[in-house]
């Protein structure tokens, strides 16, 4: 259930990627200014490594999702030592790590935003 969660998250990030990225296309024709271009550019190549972080996690909690289930199927109990070795903490810590850059950038964005309207 957990992974099923984090992945609609991730899938909400990406929505929203989008809707700054559309943003970005309709702000930088309006204004053609260095300091407004550096920061479109600055932001496009954060969202492509935003992006690429969610496609490499979501990848990774759909094949735990899948052994989870695996699991469950065959009747089989998750010992420590199973959840350990397929990384489910770590997995957790990146996904918050995210979780807190991804705010960061929001934050950054709407100061950069609202500079700029």
Do not use: C
Not at 32 to 38: H, L, M
Not at 84 to 91: I, K
């Amino acid at each position: 259930m957990r992974y099923r969660l984090w992945i609609a998250e991730m899938n909400y990030y990406i929505n929203i990627l989008r809707i700054l990225e559309d943003y970005l296309l309709e702000l930088a024709p309006k204004n053609g200014a260095t300091e407004i271009q550096d920061g479109i550019n600055r932001f496009k190549e954060e969202f492509v490594t935003l992006r690429k972080e969610i496609d490499a996690q979501r990848h990774e909690m759909h094949i735990l999702k899948m052994k989870l289930a695996a699991y469950s199927r065959e009747g089989k109990t998750i010992t420590e030592e199973t959840y350990r070795s397929d990384n489910h903490d770590t997995l957790e810590e990146r996904f918050s790590r995210f979780q807190q850059t991804f705010e960061q950038m929001k934050q950054e964005f709407e100061g950069f935003r609202t500079n700029w309207e």
